[in-house]
């Protein structure tokens, strides 16, 4: 009977030696799955991280990209009102280009060179002495002297408008030399085409 006892100490104390090495190893295993997991985890995480930190660059870029071009934009839009400020004048009953008529053209067609992506519209006007339909045909005149200009410098005809206003829109509206003067005139609209 003791030896029965004996036997049956033996196999608890093996049993239960059994299950401590059993489950040493299965918490064995699980820290080592959990590591593993959590490895994967802080793999995933930081390859989320660099995807997000590389997006976040792109919009970066691509603002700055943006801003770039409205600034270059709104220079282009300034440089092209300024040409406004530009009008040729003509002498009286004329539609002959002065020698500063051709420098004015000469810095217009340098700027649509550079800018294809641009036209021009030039408004022939007139003084309001004279008939109406000859004041229109004489400022059709002086445009298309300008556009012949703009022409020879190399601009293409497909980027040049012309229209005449003759007498209908004055620069000035008094009825004098000085008025009439700033009256006869060629005045440019630089617009893009996009």
Same mark, same amino acid.
């Given at each position: 009977? @003791? ?10 104390? *093996? ?15 699980? *820290? ?38 409205? %600034? ?16 040729? $004048? /003509?002498? /009286? ?13 000469? +810095? ?8 294809? =992506? ?6 022939? $006007?007139?003084?309001?002495? =004279? ?10 005149? #002086?445009? +298309? ?11 293409? +005809?497909? %980027? ?9 829109? &004055?620069?000035? &509206? ?7 003067? @700033?009256? #006869? #005139?060629? $005045? /440019?609209?630089?617009?893009?085409? @996009?």
């Amino acid at each position: 009977m @003791k030896r029965n006892s004996i036997i049956v100490v033996l196999l608890a104390l *093996v049993c239960s030696l059994s299950l401590v090495f059993l489950s040493g190893c299965a918490t064995d295993q699980t *820290v080592k799955s959990n590591t593993i997991k959590g490895d994967a985890n802080i793999s995933t995480m930081e390859t989320a991280k660099s995807k997000a930190e590389s997006v976040a660059l792109e919009e970066d870029t691509l603002k700055e990209a943006a801003l770039k071009a409205k %600034r270059e934009q709104e220079r282009l839009m300034a440089e092209a009102a300024a040409f406004k400020e530009k009008d040729i $004048h /003509f002498d /009286f009953d004329r539609y002959d280009l002065t020698s500063d008529a051709r420098k004015i053209l000469g +810095e217009i067609a340098s700027w649509l060179s550079k800018q294809n =992506g641009w036209e021009i519209t030039i408004q022939g $006007h007139c003084d309001n002495r =004279g008939t109406g339909e000859y004041n229109l045909a004489l400022g059709e005149r #002086r445009a +298309e002297t300008a556009k012949s200009y703009l022409m020879s410098l190399g601009i293409a +005809e497909g %980027r040049i408008d012309t229209i005449s206003y003759g007498e209908e829109m &004055p620069l000035d &509206p008094a009825n004098n030399e000085v008025a009439w003067a @700033k009256n #006869r #005139r060629d $005045h /440019f609209l630089v617009v893009s085409k @996009k």
